[in-house]
């Protein structure tokens, strides 16, 4: 059964919502909503989602759910996305719950400041490139001697992870710096067969 999903191209959350749908081979139908123009807060859209955010998923049978680490573990329900040891799946969660709290609101910020908005450096909040730089090193740090995040294989915890930090040349944020970080986005991404998004420096 097809399921559709609203989103925007422009939003990596909504990004990483087609990457599993894909990687898995589940059949969806995208509809653009444009953050741009303020489409997520018209009436239409509202009756859909009304909390005005993307991305949305709409079953067959017409119902829905939001958010998208919600929507990554419902999709990947039942897959080797999922880890079967139950230590394993906690910690897929706690990575889960770090991106939303931590990672997403500097990395994915600041790539939203200075790439999307085009902000000058005086217009933005000094203290999100340094913290930016300590999830990035957080990440490093974790994935010294490891290829994925969680036990020995992909996991949604990867997918969620690596669908801002690709990005993060584009918010002036240089994976060169992080060797080990770097290394587990391009296996993320080969894995997800997708083209590179970081710079070759």
Known sequence: ????????????????????????????????????????????????????????????????????????????????????????????HQWLFWEQLTHNPVVGYLRFQRFLLQKPEDQIDPTLAPRADRALATMD???QGRRYFVGERLSVADIALVAYTRLADEGGMSLSRWPALRAWVQRVESDLGLATALSAA
């Open 1 to 92: 059964m097809t399921i559709t999903i609203y989103g925007d191209s422009y939003s990596a959350h909504c990004d990483k919502v087609r990457f599993i749908a894909d990687h898995l081979k589940i059949p969806y139908r995208w509809i653009r909503i444009s953050i741009e123009k303020k489409e997520t807060q018209s009436p239409d859209f509202l009756k859909i989602n009304p909390a005005g955010e993307l991305p949305v998923m709409v079953l067959a049978d017409g119902r829905k759910l939001a958010q998208s680490n919600a929507i990554l573990l419902f999709l990947a329900e039942g897959s080797a996305l999922i880890p079967d040891d139950a230590l394993d799946r906690g910690l897929m």
């Open 141 to 143: 740090s974790h994935l």
